[in-house]
């Protein structure tokens, strides 16, 4: 990140995007609608949206670069770097042409500054603080995971505080969100995240040689054969049960995992890269200890918010958002835990899960 950027970044002042995202609640005031556009390049999505302050999509544009990414077995990042800015300014002309809107009728201009990708997040800092310059708007930093955190308040009625489960390729997060850019952090991972470990474990499996999977992505393979699968037929240890807190660890999972193949291959008579007979087992019993994993530590800190009176028993809510979320067997579990300790279960629609500018603009 260069000088003129990060000088920019200080002038910002904290609190510009609390006062824009609560505007639209003041009571009694008539005022003109305000529209921002949101941008992101935090990882290998280059997304912009434009968002009023009632929450309404005016128009969104996403490029994905998966394609790109499975061909290289995974996210190079000076390649991610170079989509970005090959493809950020019309992804932009496309979401405000979509909306009818001009840069000059914008309140402000939204970026992902953190966490992610540091060549990637440049691309869209760089973008957004020339579109700032040339047209004299205000700069709004956002927190890519307070971002997903916050998605939900676009197409639920949620009211602060409520428990939030971040799940996705990068983090893992458990945390009590009490307001817009307010956050009690309960729980995080130690290590790798759990889109990470999917993604890892369905490289080891080859998964892009199966006839099934040679489109999707790793994680998006994984759940796919464990539908199939029978999870019983290998048993995980699950980690951290030792430990009284709402942290996570994957690393540990992952190097059982790896464990079992090498041992399967031996038991089979193949090389690395070639496909298991047992394939469909193996992902199904990964995915099923990722899932018993995230939802021992979020039953602890369901436990723990009301324990403490940081939630009330009586209208506590469970979030759960992140690329991560959109895996269906994870997202059923948490919703029967949800259930079994009177929860009310929200989860942003799987277009918002994942990377877009619409949370950003939001």
Same mark, same amino acid.
């Given at each position: 990140?260069?000088?003129?950027?990060?000088?920019?970044?200080?002038?910002?002042?904290?609190?510009?995007?609390?006062?824009?995202?609560?505007?639209?609640?003041?009571?009694?005031?008539?005022?003109?609608?305000?529209?921002?556009?949101?941008?992101?390049?935090?990882?290998?999505?280059?997304?912009?949206?434009?968002?009023?302050?009632?929450?309404?999509?005016?128009?969104?544009?996403?490029?994905?670069?998966?394609?790109?990414?499975?061909?290289?077995?995974?996210?190079?990042?000076?390649?991610?770097?170079?989509?970005?800015?090959?493809?950020?300014?019309?992804?932009?002309?496309?979401?405000?042409?979509?909306?009818?809107?001009?840069?000059?009728?914008?309140?402000?201009?939204?970026?992902?500054?953190?966490?992610?990708?540091?060549?990637?997040?440049?691309?869209?800092?760089?973008?957004?603080?020339?579109?700032?310059?040339?047209?004299?708007?205000?700069?709004?930093?956002?927190?890519?995971?307070?971002?997903?955190?916050?998605?939900?308040?676009?197409?639920?009625?949620?009211?602060?505080?409520?428990?939030?489960?971040?799940?996705?390729?990068?983090?893992?997060?458990?945390?009590?969100?009490?307001?817009?850019?307010?956050?009690?952090?309960?729980?995080?991972?130690?290590?790798?995240?759990?889109?990470?470990?999917?993604?890892?474990?369905?490289?080891?499996?080859?998964?892009?040689?199966?006839?099934?999977?040679?489109?999707?992505?790793?994680?998006?393979?994984?759940?796919?054969?464990?539908?199939?699968?029978?999870?019983?037929?290998?048993?995980?240890?699950?980690?951290?049960?030792?430990?009284? @807190?709402?942290?996570?660890?994957?690393?540990?999972?992952? @190097?059982?995992?790896?464990?079992?193949?090498?041992?399967?291959?031996?038991?089979?008579?193949?090389?690395?890269?070639?496909?298991?007979?047992?394939?469909?087992?193996?992902?199904?019993?990964?995915?099923?200890?990722?899932?018993?994993?995230?939802?021992?530590?979020?039953?602890?800190?369901?436990?723990?918010?009301?324990?403490?009176?940081?939630?009330?028993?009586?209208?506590?809510?469970?979030?759960?958002?992140?690329?991560?979320?959109?895996?269906?067997?994870?997202?059923?579990?948490?919703?029967?835990?949800?259930?079994?300790?009177?929860?009310?279960?929200?989860?942003?629609?799987?277009?918002?899960?994942?990377?877009?500018?619409?949370?950003?603009?939001?």
């Amino acid at each position: 990140m260069n000088s003129v950027a990060k000088s920019l970044l200080k002038s910002v002042k904290h609190g510009r995007a609390a006062w824009l995202r609560s505007s639209s609640a003041r009571s009694g005031k008539q005022h003109l609608r305000k529209l921002v556009l949101g941008i992101e390049t935090s990882c290998d999505d280059t997304g912009a949206a434009v968002v009023d302050d009632a929450g309404n999509v005016l128009g969104e544009a996403l490029h994905c670069q998966k394609e790109v990414h499975l061909q290289a077995g995974g996210i190079i990042p000076v390649v991610a770097q170079q989509l970005h800015r090959e493809n950020i300014e019309q992804v932009v002309k496309e979401a405000l042409g979509v909306s009818g809107v001009s840069v000059h009728e914008l309140a402000a201009i939204a970026t992902t500054i953190k966490p992610g990708l540091a060549l990637s997040l440049e691309v869209g800092l760089q973008y957004s603080l020339n579109l700032v310059n040339k047209y004299q708007k205000p700069f709004i930093p956002i927190h890519h995971m307070e971002a997903h955190a916050l998605t939900v308040r676009l197409t639920h009625h949620v009211e602060f505080p409520f428990l939030v489960l971040l799940l996705s390729g990068g983090h893992c997060i458990l945390a009590v969100a009490r307001g817009v850019s307010d956050f009690l952090l309960l729980g995080q991972s130690i290590d790798i995240a759990p889109g990470d470990m999917l993604d890892k474990v369905a490289r080891r499996l080859s998964l892009r040689k199966h006839p099934e999977c040679h489109s999707m992505a790793g994680g998006k393979a994984i759940e796919h054969l464990a539908q199939t699968g029978d999870w019983q037929q290998y048993t995980f240890r699950l980690p951290m049960q030792q430990y009284r @807190n709402c942290d996570f660890s994957f690393s540990g999972l992952q @190097n059982l995992a790896n464990k079992a193949i090498i041992q399967k291959e031996k038991e089979e008579g193949i090389q690395e890269g070639e496909i298991l007979s047992c394939v469909k087992d193996i992902a199904a019993a990964v995915q099923h200890a990722v899932a018993v994993h995230i939802i021992q530590r979020t039953y602890r800190a369901m436990l723990f918010c009301i324990k403490n009176s940081i939630l009330s028993s009586k209208n506590a809510t469970l979030v759960v958002s992140g690329g991560v979320a959109s895996n269906q067997y994870i997202r059923k579990g948490l919703q029967t835990l949800a259930d079994a300790n009177d929860f009310a279960f929200l989860c942003p629609p799987p277009r918002l899960c994942t990377d877009n500018g619409v949370m950003i603009a939001w």
